[in-house]
């Protein structure tokens, strides 16, 4: 009985030693009765994504509707850059338009593909995909005229992020 009694000591109160209270913050770290410190890895190489503009565009051309054709080309400057690239350069924004709203064009800064209905666009190159807007300049009734452009794009990737504390 005795020695149960001892063992059942010495579990509670070692238990009491070794631990301590207060709860951890993100790093799994804290302080209270000792100073600041970890009860895991402070090297914890877990990823977090995170999603970063990796491209981007911003374009002003003008489209020429011949003849009301059914087919309206376009071409325009570009500004912008592509993939890891820090420079930003001055480039080309060329494409063809449908009647119906459909149009596909190519840009040089962000080195990336436009595939559009109306007003917004997918864009996609060899890394990173996103989205942008193409508007006609001289208002909505003008978007299968004749008129000036404004068109832009981001593209995205998701980056893995390590922490490191």
């Not at 299968?144 to 068109?151: A, D, L, M, Q």
């Amino acid at each position: 009985m005795m020695r149960r009694f001892a063992i059942f000591a010495l579990t509670i109160f070692s238990s009491g030693v070794l631990s301590h209270p207060g709860g951890t913050d993100v790093h799994g770290c804290h302080s209270g009765s000792e100073a600041y410190h970890c009860h895991s890895d402070p090297y914890d190489y877990s990823d977090s994504p995170s999603v970063d503009i990796r491209a981007w565009d911003v374009n002003l051309g003008y489209q020429l509707n011949l003849n009301q054709a059914e087919w309206i080309p376009f071409a325009g400057v570009s500004v912008g850059e592509s993939n890891d690239y820090e420079d930003t350069s001055l480039g080309l924004n060329i494409g063809i338009k449908h009647q119906k709203g459909w149009y596909m064009g190519y840009v040089s800064t962000s080195e990336s593909i436009q595939l559009g209905y109306h007003f917004i666009h997918i864009s996609t190159n060899s890394h990173y995909f996103g989205l942008g807007i193409r508007l006609p300049l001289g208002g909505i009734g003008t978007a299968n005229e004749s008129s000036p452009y404004f068109s832009s794009s981001l593209l995205f990737s998701e980056e893995r992020h390590f922490s490191h504390y």
